[in-house]
């Protein structure tokens, strides 16, 4: 029967049946789909990013350039909201939603960036739309394999926001005003 169905279908059959028949792990990106939600004091704040996993390589300074524009994400930019103000690292943000960048320093402080267009791919920082420029200093923690977004701290107006890949961790203060 093989020999009939080669013999009517041809290579072309051949190549549909194989295709059809592929791995689907093949389409699953490499960087899963992941956001953390978070309320202080009557603010929603959600993060939604790709995470990308470091499998061994050299991330900041190499994957990741110091000194150029990179978002902590793959594919799109991270995408953060906040449904009330907020004060990031002392200064004003507006309710609303922005793709999140940064700007990794080697020696100094990086640069965190909220971006007025929040749906974006991760290459393409749109340039004169920044909204608010924040200065934060990495510090050292355990090695985290998969780039992670979480809040280790949350308290009833403030909480921490930590951005953390490979060892290096990235501290947010956040403060919201009761509503």
């Known amino acids: 029967m093989r020999s009939r169905w080669m013999h009517r279908f041809g290579a072309a059959g051949a190549l549909l049946i194989a295709l059809a028949c592929a791995s ?40 990741v350039p110091w000194g150029r524009t990179w978002t902590p994400s793959a594919d799109s930019a991270v995408v953060f909201s906040t449904s009330a ?16 960048w940064a700007i990794p320093q ?3 402080s990086w640069t965190v960036i909220f971006n007025a267009v929040p749906h974006t791919f991760h290459l393409a ?17 355990e090695h985290m394999e ?16 930590y951005l953390h890949w490979g060892a290096t961790i990235v501290p947010l203060s956040i403060r919201a005003r009761p509503h």
């Open 146 to 161: 998969t780039l992670a977004f979480y809040f280790p701290l949350v308290d009833a107006d403030s909480a921490t926001l």
């Open 106 to 108: 080697q020696q100094e």
């Open 24 to 63: 689907p792990a093949q389409s699953i990106p490499k960087s899963q789909l992941g956001s953390v939600m978070q309320m202080v004091a009557g603010a929603r704040i959600e993060i939604t990013y790709r995470r990308p996993v470091a499998r061994g390589r050299t991330l900041f300074g190499d994957l």
């Open 125 to 141: 920082y749109p340039d004169g739309r920044d909204v608010l420029r924040v200065h934060a200093t990495p510090k050292r923690g």
């Open 85 to 100: 103000p907020i004060q990031i690292n002392g200064a004003e943000l507006a309710a609303g939603t922005y793709s999140l």
